[in-house]
Each structure stands twice: as structure tokens, then as C-alpha cells.
């Protein structure tokens, strides 16, 4: 029989992701003995303060407030990072990697923004950092980007990369529960980041998106050359108009590359209701690849949540059981970015019920090559106008931004209301 391998691990955060890796340990041991051969011990837990072991049922003796206890530990093999933000995060890691420890953390704001320079820390100290949770929660989207698709070009990704925001738009149409309510359960539920702007402004979306798509192409993509926009002013009219028009609203990652060009963006889409993405609901993610030769391939999971989250983690940590060696990231080549996306667009716009107001509207599009597919008139929470709702065919997003802005000053136009993209 040979002997049972021994990992022990500092553990960074003992929150919702953190408690579910500790019971995930825990409950598996026997699992992960037999199928292993290796006993995984939290040696250490780096929080504010002991009460919070005790109260989770932990040994105080493992609590510690001074990171350089962990560097200096030898019997510890390595450090999971589930605190969240970049600060002290980023220093805390790295200096894990100089005191060659490996590292798995879940730290998507951190991989995005200085990923690159903590994976060459590694790299100059014989180490290696893993971060699969980091995107997508118990999807596993960076394993199967980095390692299938080897021989085939991979054209697009796009999905759903938040969970919190996800369950937020699903209960918001499915109950007509309010933006309030549904932020409030999301974060009760553990889904939601310790500051849930970066959930509902698009940005953890973002994160993850930049994160894959260096992975899926190759190349450098970077956090400021994605466009972004959250669901913060999503309306219940918005969700309702959707829905008669055959669509659902969702909150879409979306990556192309065109010869070595990038074109990037988070925003709410109005997905049609025969597209599997119009299906994803509650705190499922989902990522479509596609290939140049596989065609589409989709993955569909839990995005977010103690377990899911931690399943990854655990996944991280038995690689390194194996000594599976570095997941971490091929060379980047330089990326060139596209600025101008084609797509179909939903436009709502409150406008002054009178003769010749269409009119308007219909030359500014044309003056712009833009093409509408239906235009339907609507009642508006002010009596004196109107709403009306547009859809285009598929069109240059540059193009949209001139007519809009021609739009937006016309006598007639009151307001712009809502400008979502259109898939399916
Ligand atoms: P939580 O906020 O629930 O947990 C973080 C824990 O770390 C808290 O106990 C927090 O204490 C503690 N902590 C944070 N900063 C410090 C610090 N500077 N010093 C000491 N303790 C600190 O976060 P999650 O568990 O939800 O998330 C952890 C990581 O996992 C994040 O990077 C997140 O983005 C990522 N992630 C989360 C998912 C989820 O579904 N929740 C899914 C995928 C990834 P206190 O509460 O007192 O601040
Ligand atoms: N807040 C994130 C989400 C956690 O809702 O998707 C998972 O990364």
C-alpha cells in the first residue's frame, strides 16, 4: 500500500465559500481517501478574528491574524484565498508564492486585474496558482478552455457569467418580485459579492469574461477594453415588454474573435425565448463556446453558492494532490480590439403622441444604415406620451450610438428609456 499523501492547507476566509469548502473537506474525507490516496487538513485559518472558528464549530488553535505564520509554516503546502477584493489579497498571495506555496483562490477581480503578474511569481518560485472557481462556480469553464479545443479555433463565448444578477432578473420576471427583494434574497443565499455593485453593474460579469477569453483566444484581453452595463435600470415594463415580444431579458457575457481582433461587452440582452440561454434561470451560469470546426458546445451550472463554489476549489486542490501541475495560462499574444459590435437592438423611447413623430425616428435610423425590424407604440407611465418600442435588425453599434444621439435631441423624443441588445 503506498502511503497516504498528506496536503495541509492555510485556509483565507472563512465566509460562505470558505465554510463550504471546510464541510466539503469534511463530509468527502473518506471519498478522497479512497479515490485519492490523500488526506487534506486545514492547518491554519486566516479571519478577523477566533470567535468566528468557534462559532463555526472550528478548533480556535487554527485561527491566525498574521499572514508571515503562514509564510513560515513549512508543514503547510498551500494557501486558498476566499476572502474576495483585490486588497490585501494580492499581497497576501503573493507572498504565499514567495514563500513557495501553491496557491487556488476564487478571486475573479484579482486573476482579472493582475493574474498575469501573480502566475510569474509563481512561475519564479517553482509554484503554481489555480483559480477554476474564480469563474462560473462549480462550472468548470477554465479546465475546459484550457484543455479541449486544442486543435480547433475557438470564434465566440458568451453566456451567463453572474449568478446573482441571473436569479435577480429570473424572479424579477417569473414573480414580479421587485429589484430590491430580489437583490436581498440573492445576497441571503450567498450569491452575491460582499459588495454587490460589481454584481449588478456588469463588472464581476466582466471579470470573468476577460478571464475566459484569454483562455478561449489566446490573447491579452484586458478589463478597460470590455464594454459594460448592469440591470440596474432594468424596468418591470422592460421585462414585460420582453416577454410579449417573445423574449427574456438577460444579462449577457459575450466575447468574438475576429483574425486576431477582440470585441468584448456585458449587457442586458433580450434573448428569444427558442434560445437555450432565454432557459438558464435562478443561479445557473452558462458558457456556449464556439468553435471554428466544434460548432456550439454549452456548459450549464451552478454560478454561484457555497457548495457549487466550493466543489471547484476542492477540484483546484486535488490537482495538486496529483501534482497535475501548472493549469495556469498559455502565452498571450497582444490583442487588437474591436469597438464596433453588430447586433439587433430593443429601443424604448417615451415620445409625444402626435402626426409625423414616427417619421422622425424612421429617418434618423435610415440616415444611420439602421434597419427596423418592429415597431410597436405603447402606454407610458405619463399620460401626455407615448412609449415606443423598436427593434432592429442586426446593426452597427456605432451607427445605434449616432441615431441615438440625434434621437435623443428631437423635439418629439421626451426620452431615451432603453437601449438592450437583442439575441435570437
Ligand atoms: P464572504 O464575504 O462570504 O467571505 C469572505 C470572508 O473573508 C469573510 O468571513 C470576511 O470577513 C473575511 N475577510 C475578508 N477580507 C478580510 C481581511 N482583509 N482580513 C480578514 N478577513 C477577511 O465571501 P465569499 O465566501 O462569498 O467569497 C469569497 C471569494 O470567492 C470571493 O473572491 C468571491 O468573489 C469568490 N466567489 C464567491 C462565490 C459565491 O457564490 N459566494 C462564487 C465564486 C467565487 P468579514 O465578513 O468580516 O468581512
Ligand atoms: N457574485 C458572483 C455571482 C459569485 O453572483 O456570480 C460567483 O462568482
Known amino acids: 500500500m503506498t502511503k497516504v499523501k498528506e496536503l495541509n ?5 472563512l465566509g460562505t465559500v470558505g465554510k463550504g469548502l471546510v464541510n466539503l473537506l469534511n463530509e468527502n474525507k473518506d471519498e478522497i481517501l479512497n479515490k485519492h490516496n490523500a488526506k487534506i487538513n486545514i492547518v491554519k485559518v486566516y479571519e478577523r478574528n477566533a470567535d468566528k472558528l468557534e462559532k463555526f464549530g ?25 476572502l474576495g477584493r483585490i486588497h490585501p489579497s ?11 506555496k501553491n496557491v487556488v483562490t476564487a478571486n475573479k477581480d484579482l486573476i482579472c486585474m493582475h493574474g498575469g503578474e501573480l502566475l510569474k511569481v509563481a512561475k519564479q518560485n517553482g509554484v503554481t496558482m489555480l483559480y477554476e472557481a474564480s469563474c462560473l462556480g462549480a462550472v468548470p469553464a477554465i479546465n475546459t478552455l484550457k484543455n479541449n479545443f486544442l486543435g480547433d479555433e475557438i470564434k465566440s463565448i458568451k453566456g451567463i457569467f453572474n449568478g446573482t444578477t441571473n436569479y435577480m432578473l429570473t424572479k424579477m420576471t417569473q414573480e414580479g418580485l421587485s429589484y430590491e427583494d430580489c437583490l436581498k ?7 452575491a459579492e460582499s459588495d454587490p455593485t460589481n454584481d449588478v453593474e456588469g463588472i464581476d460579469a466582466a471579470y470573468k469574461l476577460c478571464i475566459l477569453s484569454r483562455f478561449a483566444f489566446g490573447l491579452d484581453a484586458q478589463f478597460d477594453d470590455i464594454s459594460k452595463k448592469g440591470i440596474t435600470k432594468i424596468t418591470s415594463q422592460d421585462i414585460e415588454i420582453a ?43 452558462a458558457c456556449t463556446v464556439e468553435g471554428n470546426y466544434s460548432d456550439e ?47 439587433k437592438f430593443y429601443i424604448r ?3 409625444l403622441d402626435k402626426a409625423g413623430v414616427l417619421a422622425v425616428i424612421a429617418k434618423t435610423f435610415g440616415d444611420n444604415k439602421i ?8 402606454k407610458n407611465d405619463n399620460p401626455e406620451v407615448k412609449s415606443l418600442i423598436i427593434v432592429t435588425h442586426s446593426t452597427s453599434s456605432l451607427n445605434m450610438n449616432k441615431a441615438l444621439d440625434k434621437i435623443s435631441k428631437a423635439d418629439v423624443v421626451q426620452s431615451v428609456d432603453s437601449v438592450l441588445e437583442v439575441l435570437g
Do not use: W
Not at 58 to 82: C, G, H, K, N, W
Not at 185 to 191: D, F, K, P
Not at 327 to 334: A, N
Open 9 to 13: 492547507i492555510a485556509l483565507l476566509g
Open 58 to 82: 472550528m478548533d480556535r488553535a487554527l485561527f491566525t491574524d498574521d499572514m508571515q505564520t503562514i509564510y513560515d509554516d513549512p508543514s503547510v503546502d498551500i494557501v486558498v484565498e476566499l
Open 90 to 100: 494580492k499581497e497576501f498571495i503573493e507572498g504565499a508564492l514567495k514563500a513557495k
Open 185 to 191: 434574497q440573492a445576497q441571503e443565499l450567498g450569491y
Open 243 to 285: 416577454g410579449r415580444l417573445g423574449y427574456t431579458i438577460k444579462l449577457l457575457a459575450i466575447a468574438k474573435c475576429n483574425n486576431q481582433k477582440l470585441e468584448m461587452r456585458v449587457n442586458p440582452v433580450l434573448v428569444s425565448n427558442e434560445h437555450q440561454l432565454s432557459k438558464i434561470n435562478g443561479a445557473f451560469n
Open 297 to 343: 458546445i454549452t456548459l450549464i451550472g451552478r454560478g454561484a453558492g457555497s457548495y457549487p463554489t466550493a466543489s471547484a476549489v476542492a477540484n483546484d486542490i486535488m490537482n495538486f494532490a496529483h501534482k497535475m501541475g501548472d493549469v495556469g495560462q498559455r502565452t498571450l499574444k497582444k490583442a487588437k480590439i474591436e469597438k464596433d459590435g453588430q447586433m
Open 349 to 351: 423611447l417615451s415620445i
Open 371 to 378: 434597419s427596423i425590424e418592429s415597431a410597436i407604440q405603447d
